[in-house]
């Protein structure tokens, strides 16, 4: 009775390899994210999907590109891994994006780029 | 652009009150949320304020100031567990809804 899960916990790879981060949340929402948090826990804002389709799009490099299948998937693929990748990424889901106050996080990914 | 400033540490004593807080710079402000992160947990969610004044939810409370730009996370008869991350995020309009994060504080409670 997970409400957002995240896969995997943990991801350890090397430079340049392109890795994928899965999301599913199973609370109906519309609204979902990615977060990236960094060894300072600064927690930055990287994408939003609402019902599939992309509405926020931070600076972020083009080497991650986000994948929504479906309004209760949000996926993550990142191209030639570097080491400044390595934080925890979060994926979150809110109600619909008006409701973006009261947001549900995963568990987390914690990417680490040797 | 927006900006939120929230102090980076606070300690506190076991039964004290500490209060954590939040001052934010932004347009098309909607409203101000907090957020509890434990070590190697997730953010969760706390209380959300839109309107100005003090919403309480059990130990916790929240405060918001409009006029000020300003909010605070007040939390009473602390808890050795309350040790954790504590995150304002703000929530605003700008030709979409937004909630951007804070820095957060760190809470250090002590026995």
């Known amino acids: 009775d997970t409400a957002v899960s995240q896969t995997p916990k943990y991801l350890v790879t090397q430079m340049g390899n392109d890795k994928s981060i899965k999301c599913e949340q199973n609370l109906g929402h519309d609204t979902m994210y990615w977060y990236k948090q960094d060894s300072k826990k600064f927690l930055k804002i990287m994408f939003s999907y609402n019902n599939k389709e992309l509405i926020i799009n931070e600076t972020v490099p083009n080497r991650f590109s986000p994948k929504s299948p479906d309004k209760a998937h949000l996926n993550l693929h990142i191209n030639s891994l570097e080491l400044g990748d390595s934080a925890v990424y979060f994926c979150a889901s809110s109600p619909d994006r008006e409701n973006s106050y009261e947001q549900y996080f995963g568990p987390g990914t914690r990417l680490t780029v040797t | 652009g927006q900006s939120l400033e929230q102090p980076s540490e606070v300690t506190a004593v076991e039964g004290a009150i500490v209060q954590i807080n939040c001052t934010y710079q932004t347009s098309g402000f909607y409203g101000l949320s907090w957020y509890q992160q434990h070590d190697g947990g997730a953010p969760t969610f706390l209380s959300y304020?839109?309107?100005?004044g003090l919403e309480e939810t059990g130990r916790f409370s929240s405060f918001l100031s409009r006029s000020d730009s300003y909010g605070y996370l007040l939390l009473q008869e602390l808890q050795m567990k309350d040790s954790a991350s504590y995150f304002c995020a703000v929530r605003s309009y700008t030709g979409g809804f937004k909630t951007i994060f804070g820095a957060g504080t760190r809470l250090f409670v002590k026995a």
């Open positions: 304020n839109a309107l100005d």
